[in-house]
Nanobody, 123 residues
């Protein structure tokens, strides 16, 4: 089992940047593929980005390509989501998740979830 704690959310103006972190504890972090999802008010949770267990491969939602980067540091048991050129439509609660299928965009393939961190983008 693994516990996940997100941090780094906050309020920014459109065009700004934030870096989200997700610290894991429990079982060996490198055993898990990691993903970031988000949920805006009144909308379903959606996939944002995923990274393989080794960190050698990533997969991003089309609308965030070129603006967001996912990375991980297995020595620190932490996954990051660097977000740049933020838009109002990026505003949501962001969740990190741990699973066993590399590059999955399907929430059901992630076994463990953090509590979420709020990202607010003002225009």
């Amino acid at each position: 089992q693994v516990q996940l704690v997100e941090s780094g959310g906050g309020s920014v103006q459109a065009g700004g940047s934030l870096r989200l972190s997700c610290a894991a504890s429990g079982r060996t972090f490198s055993s898990y593929s990691m993903g970031w999802f988000r949920q805006a008010p009144g909308k379903e949770r959606e996939f944002v980005a995923a990274i393989s267990r080794s960190g050698g491969g990533t997969y991003l939602k089309d609308s965030v390509k070129g603006r967001f980067t996912i990375s991980r540091d297995n020595a620190k048991s932490t996954v990051y989501l660097q977000m740049s050129s933020l838009k109002p439509e990026d505003m949501a609660v962001y969740y990190c998740a741990a699973g066993f299928v590399d590059y999955s965009s399907y929430a059901g393939q992630y076994a463990y979830w953090g509590q979420g961190t709020q990202v607010t983008v003002s225009s």
